[in-house]
């Protein structure tokens, strides 16, 4: 693959990313109650929830879900009810008040904020979709091992490096601030915004 080759995968990944959904609605819900570190976990959660789904991909998964239907539509309702679950949570504890910052106290560790992370993006059809017809087309059939793998590195650190932008930028005070005076609001928006994603996920 050309230098060219590469940069257009990473930029047209890097616009997929952008785009709304679970993830950043997970991202900027923990960044702004948790602060920078759980919401980096979760950044590199994604990133390898990415690289996973990129993998299956480049393995043939488009091939399989179009032999085998019905596990595309397994995948989807699994993944639907997953999110449905994630938009209750956030409703039901929309009311409670954003605990203060304690730095005395043990922080969410790195190892669950990546669990999370990787499960909510392995759940979300839309990467699947997404490396499975945009992605894969991309990537030339006569591309070796060692160019898909460059490839792969180049799906985790951009997916990751979105994502902790986005911590970071939800993290500092000010936005943090904003976030506490509106959050039974915000919640209860997100939790709507990631109802209505599971439901489209289950039911495209």
Avoid: C
């Amino acid at each position: 693959m050309t230098l060219a080759a590469f940069i257009g995968v990473a930029l047209v990944h890097l616009l997929a990313a952008i785009s709304p959904g679970p993830a950043f609605v997970l991202s900027i819900r923990t960044a702004a109650r948790e602060g920078f570190a759980p919401a980096a976990g979760l950044a590199l959660g994604f990133g390898i929830g990415a690289v996973l789904w990129a993998f299956a991909a480049l393995a043939g998964l488009s091939l399989l879900f179009q032999v085998m239907p019905p596990l595309f539509l397994a995948l989807k309702l699994a993944g639907g009810a997953f999110l449905l679950w994630l938009a209750w949570k956030l409703w039901r504890h929309a009311p409670e008040p954003v605990p203060a910052p304690d730095t005395n106290a043990a922080p969410r560790s790195g190892g669950r904020a990546v669990r999370l992370g990787m499960t909510t993006q392995l759940a979300n059809p839309k990467p699947a979709i997404f490396f499975g017809a945009v992605f894969i087309g991309l990537v030339p059939a006569t591309a070796d091992w060692l160019d898909r793998g460059i490839v792969l590195v180049n799906i985790l650190w951009v997916e990751a490096a979105w994502y902790i932008v986005v911590a970071r930028v939800f993290s500092l005070p000010r936005p943090r601030a904003a976030y506490a005076r509106a959050k039974a609001w915000i919640d209860r928006s997100m939790g709507v915004v990631l109802a209505g994603l599971g439901l489209k996920v289950a039911l495209d």
